[in-house]
């Protein structure tokens, strides 16, 4: 992913505000999808990737003055010649390399390699898992009661699929939009870091060292998160990195803290989602943001 984003430094450096070229761009595709086989949860970061790209091609500034619709028209085009055959090579790719171990089986071979690691059909250090405890030692709230319909809900994996999809769903439309309105390497960094973040609090699989997903790639913006997103990702995903080790306080069953159960969960996603809303509603003075600026020139 770190190599990825070099090298799409090093391409928008070269084709500044031109149409993207294929020599330079194709680098940082092959890194990013090259995380991709190696942990599929990356797979946000080429389609944000492509957005990127897209973006970039529709508002380069190497159009011919014509009619406004017949400008359109060139953009679309040009941004259609640039993701579909970065899209095509992404998926030749990962055809490729796993095609080896993909021959002589099916399709629901296939699809089954991919739901029936304990990753995906069960749970661990999430909010599932402490209501899971919850309900294993206390039972169930009063029938009828609001608490009993929202534990009985909550309680069930298929309840946290559909979450994690509308999350991620939710996540990369407004990513999507965001790199579509500021097509930078800076921006898809940050638009990952928010990606990852929201699926790694509503995942039914967590472990703590999963926030070095957040961390590889937060550190890249810290020298220059002037503007109050990046300032909240930063202190979500620091903060993130510190109280996800909560979780080895109740590891085990013992006292005084027991185990992992009901209202433990928000000892580590609780910090972080404070600190981002208290970072997107503090504003520096005007003054400290001038000087902030100043030194990023």
């Not at 991709?36 to 529709?58: D, G």
Request: aromatic share 14%; charged share 10%; hydrophobic share 55%.
């Amino acid at each position: 992913i770190l190599l990825g984003i070099l090298f799409s430094v090093r391409a928008e450096r070269n084709d500044s505000s031109y149409l993207p070229r294929l020599r330079n761009y194709l680098p940082s595709l092959i890194a990013f999808t090259l995380a991709i086989l190696i942990k599929f949860t990356f797979a946000p970061i080429v389609v944000l990737y492509l957005v990127m790209l897209a973006s970039q091609a529709f508002h380069a500034k190497t159009f011919e003055v014509a009619t406004q619709q017949h400008i359109l028209l060139q953009r679309l085009k040009a941004a259609l010649l640039v993701v579909l055959p970065a899209a095509l090579i992404s998926g030749v790719i990962v055809l490729l390399l796993y095609a080896p171990y993909w021959i002589g089986s099916s399709i629901e071979g296939i699809v089954y390699t991919f739901t029936s690691p304990p990753s995906a059909n069960s749970s661990d250090g999430s909010i599932l898992y402490a209501i899971i405890e919850w309900v294993q030692v206390y039972g169930l709230p009063p029938a009828g009661t609001l608490a009993y319909t929202l534990v009985y809900v909550f309680v069930f994996h298929q309840t946290w699929n559909y979450i994690n999809f509308a999350t991620m769903a939710c996540m990369m439309i407004v990513s999507a939009i965001w790199l579509w309105r500021s097509p930078t390497t800076r921006t898809l960094v940050l638009a990952t870091v928010a990606t990852l973040g929201a699926l790694l609090i509503v995942t039914f699989w967590f472990f703590p060292w999963y926030i070095i997903w957040l961390m590889g790639l937060i550190v890249i913006c810290l020298p220059v998160t002037y503007d109050r997103v990046g300032r909240a990702l930063a202190a979500f995903a620091l903060t993130f990195s510190a109280s996800a080790f909560f979780i080895y306080l109740f590891s085990k069953p013992l006292p005084p803290l027991g185990g992992w159960i009901g209202f433990d969960c928000l000892t580590i996603i609780g910090p972080p989602l404070v600190m981002l809303v208290v970072f997107l509603l503090l504003r520096l003075p005007r003054k400290s943001e001038e000087k902030l600026l100043a030194g990023t020139d």
